[in-house]
């Protein structure tokens, strides 16, 4: 068990980049959540996987992000055209199962100038 | 959703002292978990406990499922306990994402 491993941990960019965040989850995992982080706040769900299919993503905050889990392995979040309120914590998790304990990664701190 | 409400949302105490941190649910959950998140943004694993009572160490927690709280409990406390502490539910059917609560920022003073 090597824990969910994510890459870059730090992300500085220019409004209106592009972005792609990885994330790689515990080995035999088949869920893979993204959330989002603001400064004081608890982590906001964004989407999850199931293997390779996205079972729910209308928690995304606009049609700007974007999630994918080509093989059910490691998955990437991209924001297009970020704006300054993108700055974030994004932190991605992995569980075995529905009502198994998700288990976070360090996160991608991404900052927009 | 569920809401998930923490308290209190400040903590400060002396090192060696105890302490009790509660977390209320608006609806039975499947999953309940809290955390630690420490300086570093680290979000550590504390306990899964959707029901029941579980103890590591110095830390222990008690969730009452039918009442809808749960309770972490940190004896002893030292410096390194400082931080941000998380508890989060899933009630399932739906999104299937953890609701976090704001959080108690528990901060132990030498």
Redesign the interface.
């Known amino acids: 068990d090597t824990g969910v491993s994510q890459n870059p941990r730090h992300k500085i960019t220019k409004r209106g980049q592009n972005v792609t965040f990885r994330c790689d989850p515990i080995s035999e995992h088949n ?1 893979l ?1 993204w ?1 989002r982080q603001t400064l ?9 996987f199931q293997n390779e299919a996205q ?2 993503k ?2 995304l905050l606009s049609d700007r992000f974007s999630a994918e889990r080509p093989k059910g392995s490691f998955s990437t979040l991209e924001i297009q055209r970020t704006e300054q309120g993108d700055s974030a ?1 994004y ?1 991605c ?1 992995s569980s075995f199962w ?7 990664g ?2 991608t ?1 991404l900052s927009i100038l | 959703g569920i809401q ?1 409400e923490q308290s209190p949302p400040d903590l400060i105490l002396q090192e060696g002292a105890n302490s009790t941190l509660r977390c209320n649910f608006s609806d039975s959950v ?2 309940l ?1 809290w ?1 630690h998140q420490n300086p ?4 550590i ?1 504390l306990f ?1 406990i ?1 029901s029941g009572t579980k103890q590591n160490g110095r830390l222990s927690a008690t969730t009452v499922a039918t009442e809808r709280y749960s309770l972490l409990y940190i004896s002893s406390s030292q410096t390194t306990d400082s931080g941000v502490y ?1 508890c ?1 539910g ?1 009630s ?1 059917g ?10 108690t920022h528990l901060i132990i003073q030498p």
Do not use: C, I
């Open positions: 869920r959540y959330y004081g706040q608890g982590p906001e769900f964004l989407t999850y079972l729910e209308s928690r914590m932190l998790a529905a009502d198994q304990p998700q288990h976070f360090d996160g701190r | 998930v499947n999953n978990q955390f570093w943004g680290q979000l694993n899964y959707p998380f989060a899933y399932g739906g999104a299937d994402g953890l609701t976090f609560g704001k959080g």
